[in-house]
């Protein structure tokens, strides 16, 4: 990963000065001095107090569960329960969406929404490739586990060499066609080496088709859902009652989520660098902030750099690949009790991911489903309700 990436996205915060929300207390506080405290104030607050609340306990993992799989769902869960709060907050406050200026704030947010569908799609074509991944391992432990290691011959080792070595390129074809031929030999070891004519033949190709075009971007897709992302300006709170306040809560979390996505699963053209703001002074931004620190750090390790994604079970295939790579490679037969104690070590470590990666693809394929359907059924919902409104009959 480039020296650009690993900076991330810009975190221009001084043009936002003194928010009009800061701390819990601050924000019932500064509502109530712009009009009088309501029922809607009480549900304003809850959105946010629960916005809150669930990012801060995402923020609070250690480092073993941030960025796995189960980690990953846990994010995408907090996604969900948000946007159906969102979902009622705006059926509940109908007569003010239907007008200016929310009427419009509103249907931007359902415009930025819908570039998220794109970003679903391509998650799940990277699951699938993950996927993919844990069947290849499968192979490689078929044919280096066994009860009695001493047994292994060279046909086994045979096998489980040519798995590695499928499973390595596999894995090397999904990096960014920049990095690929660069990063080869130092990422698999030197076995590598002579695969190379294999990859300048085919170049940066695909074991699968993706659901989006070819040119398609998961970068500029999430650039272009970013760059319209601004704090609404006092005037706008005002006229809105509040409300244009949880449009750009729920905008802040889109894009972090939808970024936090593309960091950590195979993704076309996936990059850290996208340039937007996460507020410092509301309360809501700050678990945002630090989860969004965690990543840029997680990927600044040495060995994520060159990762197809930040997610903590393909980090650990990538590591099992490369050791198991080198032992196949230097071991003797009979091998020796040192060999046989690494070789176990790290076929065992091999079988955990594995063990891992089939019990939680599928319920995080689900979920991305899901995000996938609530987003549009929202959007869906929502212009249909500003259409009524704007052409009664």
């Not at 001084?14 to 809607?40: C, D, K, L, M, Y």
């Not at 499973?167 to 031929?181: P, T």
């Not at 894009?255 to 195979?266: D, G, K, N, Q, R």
Request: net charge neutral; aromatic share 6%; hydrophobic share 40%.
């Amino acid at each position: 990963m480039s020296s650009s990436e690993n900076q991330g996205f810009s975190m221009s915060l001084a043009s936002f000065g003194r928010s009009i929300w800061g701390t819990s207390r601050e924000e019932v506080h500064s509502v109530s001095s712009i009009h009088e405290s309501t029922a809607e104030d009480e549900d304003l607050q809850s959105f946010q107090s629960d916005v809150l609340k669930r990012f801060h306990d995402l923020s609070l993992v250690n480092d073993d569960e941030f960025l796995s799989l189960a980690w990953m769902k846990k994010l995408l869960d907090a996604f969900l329960c948000c946007q159906e709060d969102f979902r009622v907050l705006l059926i509940n406050n109908k007569s003010k969406v239907s007008k200016p200026p929310l009427d419009q704030i509103v249907a931007e947010y359902f415009d930025r929404s819908v570039k998220a569908l794109d970003i679903c799609n391509a998650t799940r074509d990277g699951i699938e490739i993950v996927r993919q991944w844990e069947k290849q391992s499968e192979i490689v432990l078929c044919a280096l586990e066994s009860t009695q290691r001493a047994a292994l011959g060279e046909g086994q080792f045979r096998r489980a060499r040519k798995a590695l070595m499928e499973l390595a390129i596999a894995m090397l074809d999904e990096k960014d066609s920049g990095s690929v031929l660069s990063q080869r030999n130092r990422s698999f070891g030197r076995h590598n080496a002579s695969k190379d004519h294999h990859h300048n033949r085919t170049g940066h190709s695909r074991s699968l088709s993706w659901s989006v075009s070819r040119s398609w971007s998961a970068a500029k897709q999430l650039q272009s859902i970013a760059n319209s992302l601004t704090p609404p300006p006092r005037n706008e709170i005002l006229a809105t009652g509040g409300l244009a306040i949880p449009v750009f809560i729920m905008s802040c979390v889109l894009m972090f989520v939808l970024w936090a996505i593309v960091a950590a699963i195979p993704c076309q053209d996936r990059s850290l660098q996208c340039h937007f703001s996460i507020p410092r002074h509301f309360s809501w931004g700050a678990p945002l902030l630090v989860l969004h620190e965690r990543v840029i750090e997680e990927s600044k390790k040495r060995e994520r750099r060159n990762s197809n994604g930040l997610l903590k079970e393909i980090n650990n295939i990538e590591k099992c690949t490369r050791h198991l790579i080198d032992l196949v490679e230097s071991a003797e037969l009979p091998l020796k009790d040192v060999q046989k104690a690494a070789l176990e070590r790290e076929v065992g470590d091999l079988s955990l991911v594995c063990g891992a990666l089939k019990s939680s693809l599928d319920p995080l394929e689900m979920q991305v489903r899901k995000m996938f359907r609530k987003i549009m059924n929202c959007r869906i919902e929502g212009l249909e309700f500003l259409a009524i409104l704007n052409n009664p009959q």
